[in-house]
């Protein structure tokens, strides 16, 4: 059998409290993540959804435990090689708005390129062609030349959206782990599903393993496995087998 993308072992992590008690937000998690695989996570809030998805995403250190990405063990790794290692290897989808109000949606989402904050060099025509795809897929091609302030807040988000996948489209990359916490918070459903849509084609077209935060069963609908959480812990842990709206 092929190794799994992610491979948590045991993972405990314990907030420790200065004035109050230590929190347990994780409590002994162990989890197999295929390549490929669209994987959803649910739970009340304060179940530690967002704590374990930091921690497969090298953002956060367990207290216990080991995280193993494509074969690489995070654990014991410096600040450093870290970081690079993340910047290479992982995606994270949920970016909070935070658009400049003073550049228009297609100069937002170029932004981060632009600016040179990824390492690679991309050609102009592939991230041209790259961008306009995007556009297409989030339903922004009309919006493109938008200011911000223009645009509802379902559109802000998709924009927000397209600037985190502009690198991945530009590249045409394949493979990636990309990790989302909330992508589709507080929209409706045809915004939500605009976006369920894309992230499910980016599994299915271009095998990258997804992991999705949620607390909307209209979004979990759309993965292939849902795995709940309740107090740090797994709950349930079940494929769904006819992922789809
Ligand atoms: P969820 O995303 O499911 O709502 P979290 O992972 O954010 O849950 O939180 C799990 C538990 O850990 C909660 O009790 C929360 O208050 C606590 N927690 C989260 N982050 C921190 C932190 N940085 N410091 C202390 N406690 C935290
Ligand atoms: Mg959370």
């Given at each position: ?112 390129i632009?600016?040179g904050?990824q390492d690679k060099e991309i050609d102009n025509?592939k991230l ?42 530009a590249t ?74």
């Open positions: 059998m092929a190794t799994p993308h992610v491979i948590l072992n045991d993972i405990k992590k314990i907030y420790k409290g200065t004035a109050s008690a230590d929190v347990v937000a994780v409590n002994g998690i162990s989890l197999e993540i295929p390549h490929g695989q669209f994987l959803s996570i649910m739970g009340p809030s304060g179940s530690g959804k967002s704590t374990l998805l930091h921690i497969i995403g090298g953002l956060t250190n367990a207290t216990e435990g080991t995280v193993t990405i494509d074969g690489t063990l995070l654990n014991g790794m410096s600040d450093r090689k870290l970081t690079l290692f993340r910047r290479k290897n992982i995606g994270v989808v949920f970016q909070a708005f935070n658009l400049i109000s003073t550049l228009t949606a297609e100069e937002n989402i170029m932004l981060p632009l600016a904050y025509t041209h062609k790259g961008l306009d795809e995007l556009l297409g897929r989030l339903q922004l091609t009309s919006r493109r030349r938008h200011y911000p302030d223009a645009l509802s807040g379902g559109e802000q988000q998709r924009v927000a959206i397209a600037r985190a996948l502009l690198l991945d489209f045409n990359t394949h493979g990636s782990l990309l990790l989302a916490d909330e992508p589709t918070g507080n929209l409706d459903s045809a915004n939500g599903d605009i976006i369920c849509k894309l992230l499910r084609q980016l599994c299915d077209e271009r095998h990258h393993t997804m992991v999705v935060v949620t607390h909307e069963p209209s979004v979990a609908a759309w993965t292939d496995r849902i795995v709940t959480l309740k107090d740090g812990a797994i709950l349930s842990d079940l494929p769904n087998a006819k992922p789809g709206k």
